[in-house]
């Protein structure tokens, strides 16, 4: 039995109001996320427009609150004008950012149909490589306006009546990534021009807006965060967000640095938070611009071969690869071809739900958090079924509970130290000293007299004594508690069997004088409600 651990949570303690938007998705077209799951005409499910509407039910019955679309890096070459209208006379091209041939049958139109279906927010990505600033005022136009106009009209006559309302839209994608068709890498202070004369221009024709400009792709950009100061610096007066991303990385079989990797986001979020000040500091303004972290994960990866002494050149050398014999590539929606990832679903669920706990935990200035596989992790599929994988529960949790204001948790326990490692050239993490073995956040939603309490026990061998000091709660007593945990680590959910992993009701708890007392299982993840 592991050493005694301490939560505690306070009213007098707020960190900031829980954003509606700040547990949603991303969708891409890569692979099969749009040709094979959300579109297949041939699915014995599917609609007068070919949508599935097994994934469609499956999503909507999450109340999934937002869903940026439709990209990624697919978008900063994408000419929205190619998708709309009759599909006979839609163009088929080149995606070169994933190398596929994109037919243009699932277009704007059809993108912001499919959320509406779903009944999520459309959250809207621009494109801002080879996009001009006419193509945005020309999209948002057709998007939004009521009518009167060319590109308002043209909405009408294509079939869509009434504006379809998109209040987010995303100016651009990763820009300051070399790999992005179109990027502004080289040039941060002409992308931070071009947002502040589109963001205006947008703002002009549809004053109820919000846009984002790009941040960094990654904290291990070498212009981080200097690039972000120098865009953010041209354009903060006209944008409401700034965007960022990170897909955090560990060796097989390092539970700890997997798991730990939430301590990397929290870095980011300061430092992205600290530049965004201080950028409003020198424009003397009293706005304050929050943080959209709109495509985030964490994974898997083997060690690669690292190549010392080549400075900046190991980001070229990762990213200008001209191989002659790749081919493009048609994704056939009724194709689909089995994707089935090694290893069981609990460590995935408790590596992104490290991730959405520190977003809670900077719920003040984070507010909007897409999590990238979202859509498929709140509802598996594959070519002919859905189900609800580990990952659907724990964000379930999230969406239902971490409601009203974000509570700073304290936390005291056994911690481990995260050595410093690379997982290649181009992503290579200090170390961590002092991790706690138990992670968590929480939320209090004032008007339903509702606290949650979030937790997640790293330890991949020890049980925990668990006391969280509810005192400052007074009338507050247990309503609801559930755990996930599995002995058997390859344990996965499937259509065949999706109760492999479920959460469980915790019964073997104490609660007096206001202190609630249990015990936490090895590598769990734990929500614990308390009402008044």
Avoid at 83 to 96: E, N, T
Avoid at 180 to 195: A, D, F, H, R, T
Avoid at 292 to 311: C, I, T
Avoid at 342 to 367: C, E, F, T
Wanted: net charge negative.
């Amino acid at each position: 039995m592991a050493q005694n651990a301490k939560i505690t949570v306070h009213p007098m303690y707020q960190i900031g109001e829980i954003s509606e938007r700040l547990f949603s998705a991303f969708l891409e077209p890569i692979g099969t996320m749009v040709n094979g799951t959300m579109f297949n005409p041939k699915h014995p499910t599917a609609d007068e427009q070919g949508f599935r509407t097994d994934f469609i039910k499956a999503l909507k019955e999450t109340n999934l609150p937002a869903v940026r679309m439709p990209g990624g890096n697919f978008v900063s070459a994408w000419q929205w004008k190619n998708s709309i209208g009759p599909l006979a006379d839609r163009k088929v091209v080149l995606d070169p950012a994933w190398h596929q041939y994109y037919t243009n049958e699932v277009g704007h139109d059809e993108y912001l149909q499919w959320a509406a279906k779903v009944g999520t927010e459309p959250l809207y990505t621009v494109n801002m490589g080879t996009g001009s600033i006419q193509d945005a005022m020309d999209l948002v136009e057709y998007t939004n306006h009521e009518g009167g106009t060319y590109w308002s009209d043209l909405r009408k006559k294509y079939g869509h009546e009434d504006p379809y309302n998109v209040k987010m839209w995303y100016l651009g994608n990763e820009m300051d990534g070399p790999w992005q068709l179109g990027s502004w890498n080289q040039n941060p202070e002409g992308y931070g021009v071009k947002v502040l004369e589109t963001s205006k221009a947008i703002k002009w024709i549809d004053e109820t807006i919000e846009t984002a400009v790009c941040g960094s792709s990654a904290p291990f950009m070498e212009g981080f965060p200097e690039w972000d100061e120098t865009a953010l610096n041209k354009c903060y007066d006209v944008v409401d967000y700034v965007s960022v991303h990170h897909y955090h990385s560990a060796a097989p079989g390092d539970i700890k640095a997997l798991l730990g990797g939430s301590l990397y986001y929290e870095d980011f979020i300061n430092t992205e938070v600290a530049m965004i000040d201080y950028v409003a500091s020198k424009h003397r303004s009293p706005k304050q611009v929050n943080i959209s972290f709109d495509e985030y994960g964490a994974m898997v990866r083997p060690l690669q071969e690292l190549h010392p002494g080549y400075g900046r050149y190991n980001m070229a050398r990762n990213h200008y690869r001209f191989d002659p014999e790749r081919r493009y590539i048609r994704h056939d929606p009724d194709n689909m071809p089995d994707r089935r990832f090694p290893g069981g679903d609990m460590l995935h669920a408790l590596s992104m739900a490290s991730i959405q706990l520190a977003l809670l935990r900077h719920a003040d200035r984070v507010k909007i958090g897409c999590m990238t596989g979202g859509l498929s992790a709140l509802a598996s599929s594959d070519h002919d079924h859905v189900w609800k994988s580990a990952s659907h529960h724990v964000f379930m949790d999230l969406i239902n509970y971490a409601k009203g204001i974000s509570l700073d948790t304290k936390v005291e326990c056994e911690t481990y130290d995260m050595p410093g490692y690379a997982i290649e050239d181009t992503s290579q993490y200090t170390g961590k000293e002092g991790v706690n073995f138990i992670d968590s956040a929480s939320a209090w939603d004032r008007d339903n007299k509702r606290l949650t309490v979030f937790v997640i026990n790293r330890n991949e061998d020890a049980e925990y004594p668990l006391t969280i000091d509810l005192k400052g709660f007074e009338g507050y007593k247990p309503s609801a508690a559930y755990r996930m945990h599995t002995d058997d680590m390859e344990a996965k959910n499937t259509f065949e069997n999706e109760n492999a992993l479920v959460p469980e009701k915790e019964e073997n708890y104490t609660f007096e004088n206001g202190e609630f007392k249990l015990h936490v299982k090895p590598l769990s993840w734990n929500v614990y409600v308390f009402e008044s």
